[in-house]
């Protein structure tokens, strides 16, 4: 090749990392514009309608101005902490035997179902929770929307853990073995404390997601006007509260509607950027 072919390949070469370094870019700012958009909007029409009352107060009739949406906040960690009771055991231990067993039949079936549930939208959960278990009860229940949330919870609880789990050293395994101890307290004492900030940064993540559900919801726990005295019974959630004030026709609803929108944001923020400071102190630490 001649130099000044050679010079018109370099040049190429360097105009194509531009203009692929430029597109990056742009897509990039578009994202976070797209991102800081969608917070101003929550926070300035939201922050117009929250007041002790929207926090504290319980719905009133519809066309009647007042009331809050305290029920729908209780309902909603209400929910969170369900569907943790459930899916939180599920998707330790499978992702502990899919990082510790690594091979075999059951491990890669486990391992594709996880993936494929991970892809499944929330709410075939909510359908297929209404089948089985509204069904079954002939009514909405918290215990339903937290069944549903729970499904939405175990795939990314237990990559993560896979994921945290196999980072672990293999020489911190060898060592505990070296000195007599059993494969499950190894496990247990060695392999879980040192994967706990990757467990803790996924388990955040998951439950981030599981909050801002509102479609498996619509299926399952559907709302209330009161404060949940019985899981067996319905219950509020922001997400549900916020798309059914928003279709009606009342301005005062409207408001709230935002309001709800404001609070769950800021718990699913809390989560988001608590997850993403752990996972940094992780790789600080690594």
Same mark, same amino acid.
């Given at each position: 090749?001649?130099?000044?072919?050679?010079?018109?390949?370099?040049?190429?070469?360097?105009?194509?990392?531009?203009?692929?370094?430029? #597109?990056?870019?742009?897509?990039?700012?578009?994202?976070?514009?797209?991102?800081?958009?969608?917070?101003?909007?929550?926070?300035?029409?939201?922050?117009?309608?929250?007041?002790?009352?929207?926090?504290?107060?319980?719905?009133?009739?519809?066309?009647?101005?007042?009331? *809050?949406?305290?029920?729908?906040?209780?309902?909603?960690?209400?929910?969170? /902490?369900?569907?943790?009771?459930?899916?939180?055991?599920?998707?330790?231990?499978?992702?502990?035997?899919?990082?510790?067993? =690594?091979? *075999?039949?059951?491990?890669?079936?486990?391992?594709?179902?996880?993936? !494929?549930? !991970?892809?499944?939208?929330?709410?075939?959960?909510?359908?297929?929770?209404?089948?089985?278990?509204?069904?079954?009860?002939?009514h909405f229940s918290a215990l339903a929307g937290?069944?549903?949330?729970?499904?939405?919870?175990?795939?990314?609880?237990?990559?993560?853990?896979?994921?945290?789990? =196999?980072?672990?050293?293999?020489?911190?395994?060898? /060592?505990? #073995?070296?000195?007599?101890?059993?494969?499950?307290?190894?496990?247990?004492?060695?392999?879980?404390?040192?994967?706990?900030?990757?467990?803790?940064?996924?388990?955040?993540?998951?439950?981030?997601?599981?909050? *801002?559900?509102?479609?498996? #919801?619509?299926?399952?726990?559907?709302?209330?006007?009161?404060?949940?005295?019985?899981?067996?019974?319905?219950?509020?959630?922001?997400?549900?509260?916020?798309?059914?004030?928003?279709?009606?026709?009342?301005?005062?609803?409207?408001?709230?509607?935002?309001?709800?929108?404001?609070?769950?944001?800021?718990?699913? #923020?809390?989560?988001?950027?608590?997850?993403?400071?752990?996972?940094k102190r992780r790789d600080d630490v690594s």
């Open positions: 090749m001649s130099d000044a072919a050679r010079v018109r390949t370099l040049a190429s070469r360097r105009a194509s990392e531009s203009f692929v370094r430029g #597109l990056a870019a742009g897509v990039t700012a578009l994202t976070v514009v797209g991102l800081a958009s969608v917070l101003f909007s929550v926070v300035g029409y939201g922050a117009r309608g929250l007041s002790m009352t929207t926090l504290t107060a319980l719905p009133r009739p519809a066309g009647v101005p007042g009331g *809050g949406v305290a029920n729908a906040i209780v309902g909603t960690l209400l929910l969170v /902490a369900l569907a943790c009771a459930i899916a939180l055991p599920v998707g330790l231990l499978a992702g502990i035997h899919l990082a510790e067993a =690594r091979t *075999g039949k059951l491990v890669r079936l486990a391992r594709t179902a996880a993936d !494929a549930l !991970a892809a499944v939208p929330s709410v075939v959960f909510g359908i297929f929770v209404f089948g089985v278990l509204v069904a079954w009860m002939k937290g069944a549903a949330l729970a499904l939405t919870m175990i795939p990314t609880v237990t990559r993560a853990t896979e994921v945290a789990v =196999r980072a672990v050293p293999e020489r911190l395994r060898e /060592a505990a #073995l070296a000195l007599g101890a059993t494969r499950h307290r190894v496990i247990a004492q060695v392999v879980l404390p040192s994967a706990a900030r990757g467990i803790a940064t996924g388990v955040l993540l998951a439950v981030g997601r599981a909050a *801002g559900e509102a479609a498996p #919801l619509l299926f399952t726990a559907w709302e209330s006007r009161f404060f949940c005295d019985d899981l067996r019974e319905p219950t509020a959630s922001l997400p549900v509260s916020i798309f059914t004030y928003t279709i009606s026709p009342y301005d005062d609803l409207h408001a709230q509607a935002w309001a709800a929108a404001l609070v769950l944001v800021s718990l699913v #923020l809390v989560f988001q950027v608590t997850a993403r400071l752990l996972s």
